[in-house]
């Protein structure tokens, strides 16, 4: 799962690099605009569920170089917490 | 002049042959090759139950052939006729059928740390992994993950045992004991060694980190780094600053990302990545 944090941390970065330079173009945002609703809600959906991902799994290691949860037990739960909490978050904000 | 010929002929004519009175049967057995414990010993009653076989895949790879890739080798035991530990089954394989695998062990109860290896996935020590009696599927036996291997299950810990010498695990002191005598400790201080010092330096956890899997040389890993706490954490030693000073290097303890894979692991139960977030504290706030 921490794994996944880097690789989510990864992938954000350089994807959001690459389209951050071509999106100065008016006419791109305007060819964005315009595809059809399932695609739009479908790439927000991929890309807020990368982000929140990591969001809430940086928290989790916050929370765990602040000495908290950090048994087996707060491992585990702190874990499906955060994975819950990804797929509930992703859900509303891809929907906005 | 007679008794000496008796003797020197090995003739048994006027001292019997063996001290006790035994059946002739088991004057056979004396004189073949087993020795007496080993006749005295319990007989499993075989027909008592049914043959419960299980299947052992164990990694083998010989030093002698090194040109030979290591294998998967796969052995049969009847689970009714051994102990219920990985390690009793390993005994069994190595006295019945192939005394040329090779494997460390000890006390066979779980504090000597000899039999750690790598069974189902998991790191743990052979001596206290229980035998899953699910018959279906082999039980794979590996050593420990991404060391070096002298033979077969047995992995080469010297440069573990050099990383653990090399933070000073011994009481450092600037000043004498106050009464000249006794280190005294309050219970209180006491109780923040538990669950530091029944460390038995197995391997176990570091060699579960993937990050000690990369950084081998430079990372000192779960085991030696929870130790390196245990000495700070002493109230008896004096040395804590310097101690945390010879980790301010990006790489003796900073390589640990919290993965926890160390706690999961330990077979005493320990929190490695516990102390080592603890270390990461005191560092950053001295």
């Known amino acids: 799962m921490s794994d996944a944090v880097r690789i989510t941390g990864s992938t954000l970065a350089r994807g959001l690099l690459l389209i951050g330079i071509q999106l ?73 | 002049m007679s008794l000496n010929k008796a003797y020197t002929l090995g003739l048994a004519a006027a001292r019997p042959a063996l001290k006790y009175n035994l059946a002739a049967a088991n004057v056979a057995a004396a004189r073949s090759l087993k020795t007496s414990a080993a006749a005295n010993m319990a007989v499993p009653n075989e027909s008592a139950k049914p043959p419960l076989n299980k299947t052992f895949q164990i990694y083998r790879w010989n030093p002698d052939k090194p040109t030979e890739k290591p294998t998967l080798q796969s052995y049969t035991v009847d689970l009714n006729s051994c102990g219920p530990m990985i390690l009793d089954a390993l005994l069994k394989i190595k006295n019945e059928m192939d005394p040329t695998l090779t494997f460390r062990r000890s ?38 993950p991404h060391m070096y291997i002298v033979k077969d299950l047995v992995p080469d810990l010297t440069h573990f045992y050099k990383q653990y010498k090399s933070i000073e695990p011994y009481l450092k002191q600037k000043n004498a004991p106050t009464d000249g005598r006794e280190n005294l400790q309050t219970i209180s201080d006491r109780k923040k060694l538990d669950g530091l010092y029944e460390c038995i330096l197995c391997a176990c956890c570091s060699t579960s980190c993937p990050s000690y899997w990369w950084n081998q040389d430079e990372y000192l890993g779960p085991a030696v780094l929870m130790q390196a706490y245990r000495w700070m954490a002493d109230s008896r030693d004096q040395f804590g600053r310097e101690r945390r000073e010879r980790l301010q290097n990006p790489f003796s303890i900073y390589r640990c990302h919290t993965i926890m894979n160390c706690a999961k692991t330990c077979p005493k139960g320990l929190n490695p990545g516990k102390a080592i977030a603890q270390i990461k504290k005191d560092m950053a706030f001295e």
């Open chain 2, 107 to 144: 006390c066979r109860e779980g504090i000597c740390g000899s039999c750690a290896m790598n069974i189902e996935g998991g790191n743990t020590l052979a001596c206290i992994a229980k035998i899953d009696r699910n018959t279906s599927k082999p039980s794979k036996i590996y050593p420990l």
């Open chain 1, 24 to 96: 100065n173009s008016a006419s791109l945002v305007f060819t964005i605009a315009v595809l059809p609703v399932t695609a739009k809600v479908g790439a927000k959906a991929m890309l807020v569920f990368l982000f929140i991902y990591h969001s809430l799994g940086s928290i989790r290691h916050l929370v765990w170089d602040s000495r908290y949860a950090l048994t087996l037990k707060g491992v585990y739960t702190s874990g499906y917490a955060v994975l819950t909490e990804t797929v509930l978050d992703s859900l509303y904000l891809a929907t906005i």
